[in-house]
């Protein structure tokens, strides 16, 4: 047997649908983070990008387990001295809920070009509609 690498050209691009409610954060964006990836097909090559695009809605529904609402924290920096700001998992969900899920499946991508690429790929809504209709995206089950 040859081990077949597929080109950029020749990738077949499909569009799915998740909703998020319910679902619990970890879980979601490995599925999620799979699919980007392109791991769920045959043709799998490490270094294109051969995945699919992921609409979530429903962000701001997403669950988790034990005490991260109150205990998980999220860091960023303002670029001066003494900038850094956190939030905690319950603020970030009330305020801006598709960095929650986005910040998931970013850690989940490769840190090159290749995972910056793919990131750009996920749509996240925390409504449950979405603009992308136009597309025809089959539901994925989890």
Known sequence: MRTVSIREQDVERDWYVVDA??????????????????????????????????????????HVTGRKLLQKKYYHHSGYHGGIKEISLRDQLRKFPERVIQSAVRGMLPKNRLGRQLIKKLKIYDQPTHPHLAQKPKVMEL
């Open 21 to 62: 409610q319910g679902k619990t954060l970890g879980r979601l964006a490995t599925q999620v983070a799979t699919v980007l990836r392109g791991k769920n097909k045959p043709v799998f090559t490490p270094h294109v990008d051969c995945g699919d695009y992921v609409i979530v809605v429903n962000a701001d529904k997403v």
